[in-house]
């Protein structure tokens, strides 16, 4: 049977698994149930199964041929807090959590994939599988590091896809450089003396000076980053007050800052520092500020972006394989373990065009299952390519 149709026998069951994973979802570093589906489903395929090695990670290997190089293929195992709306038989089981990212399907790939390299011999050397907990916003990634992942399975190189709705469907963009941007979040707490709405001569106003800190942060990215040098603030909470006739005396806010450019995390942090303290200080209040350094940017490198485009290409063809394209402002707990690796890619396979509430973490988004043989097929190649039969 050529691998085409290996690949076109096992979609409908990889489906089935996609769906079963979306109806049952759970939050990071509580995907209990879906880590014993993957570990299971895992060991049916003849893989050593390792659920040991990080919270609520499944690590497989899998080893044919002689060869002493190792790769590394990662899904993630996490849904979102978000209540679903969209109107499907597999909807959501679990009141308030969603697969609104996708990962039921990035899993779902991974382990058809992984069913089809136990039943072949067309590469040699060590895959080793990662189904990691938490990618969003917990760091699970870089907890599976800490906790020894890759001192247990050394590997030269590591690789992840991620569907993405705004891209051709069936397309895959992968780039040498950044691809995913680094994000930090800040906290800061405005302090000053409560008082009567009537009588507000009679205190300071902290809410006046976090309203005004809105407004003179955005001068960071405007007058403060080199205009070539991408970067993104945005202030996404304010908190403060709890009746209509009282100026409070706390107010909180919070956001976030996004670039590829890692040594923007230092020129961030100063920057509203400095910004928070001549505001607090304008208004008689006082200022606090807890500066948060999160995910890094995912940079591919150029070896293993040109190993994932090859792969591409055998996948769907040069002319739908992308290398040029916008890198996006979304961050990906995969940069600390392509950072630990050293090499590898991060790879996007197109969904094709959908509304914003539709979108990636949108309480309609409904994965393409139509991807998932195109997801399959890749990592396939990419084992191919990264680990041949007879050497490079």
Known sequence: MRENDRIAAIVPEVIGWRRHIHANPELGFAEHETAAFVAAKL???????????SATAVVATLTKGTS???????AELDALPIKEAADVAYASRNNGVMHACGHDGHTAMLLGAAKLLAESD??????????????????GGKKMIEDGL????????????????????????????????????????????GCHAAMPHLGDDPLLAAASFVTAIQRLVSRSVDPLSPAVLSVTQIHGGS?????????????????????????????????????????????????????????????GAALAGQAGVDTVGKERVSTEFQPSMGCEDFAFLLQGVGDGAYVWIGAGDVGPSAGLHGDRFIFTDAIIPIGIRFFLNVVQRALPVGGN
């Open 43 to 53: 060991k049916e395929f003849g893989l050593a199964v390792h659920t040991d090695v």
């Open 68 to 74: 002493g190089k190792a790769i590394a293929l990662r």
């Open 122 to 139: 067309s590469f040699d050397g060590t895959v080793v599988f990662v189904f990691q907990p938490a990618q969003e916003v917990l760091g």
């Open 150 to 193: 890759l001192k247990r399975f050394p590997v030269d190189q590591v690789f992840a896809v991620h569907n993405w709705p705004g891209f051709p469907e069936g397309h895959i963009g992968v780039r040498a450089g950044p691809q995913m941007a680094a994000v930090d979040d800040f906290e800061i707490v405005f302090r000053g003396s």
């Open 243 to 303: 009746f209509n006739n009282f100026v409070p005396s706390e107010v909180e806010v919070e956001g976030t800052c996004r670039f590829y450019d890692r040594a923007l995390s230092d020129r961030c942090a100063a920057e509203i520092e400095r910004v928070v303290q001549a505001t607090a200080a304008m208004h008689g209040a006082s200022a606090e500020v807890t500066y948060k350094r999160g995910y890094p940017p995912v940079v591919n490198p150029a070896s």
